[in-house]
């Protein structure tokens, strides 16, 4: 809004563009978690360990299995 209303100010180095969670390359590339994160974190991270991979298709219904253990904090 201050850039439509032509109103100069200080540019904020940690905006990236992204509304909610900018998208994580593989690699090097360092991300820094500075703001407003949201984690999701699981009560039973042993169970995570049993699953032959932590592909979406098999961590989705690993966890609709077990809502009642995940929760978001932060953000």
């Known amino acids: 809004m201050l850039q ?13 563009n992204f509304l909610w969670m900018r998208p994580v390359a593989f690699g090097p590339q360092f991300s820094d978690l500075i703001g407003n994160v949201a ?7 042993a169970a995570l360990e049993k699953l032959p991979d932590n592909k ?17 904090v932060g953000g």
């Open 4 to 16: 439509q209303a032509e109103v100069q100010g200080i540019p904020n180095p940690y905006n990236d």
């Open 39 to 45: 984690e999701i974190v699981f009560e039973d991270p």
């Open 56 to 72: 979406i298709e098999t961590l989705a219904p690993f966890f609709d299995k077990n809502s009642d253990k995940v929760l978001v």
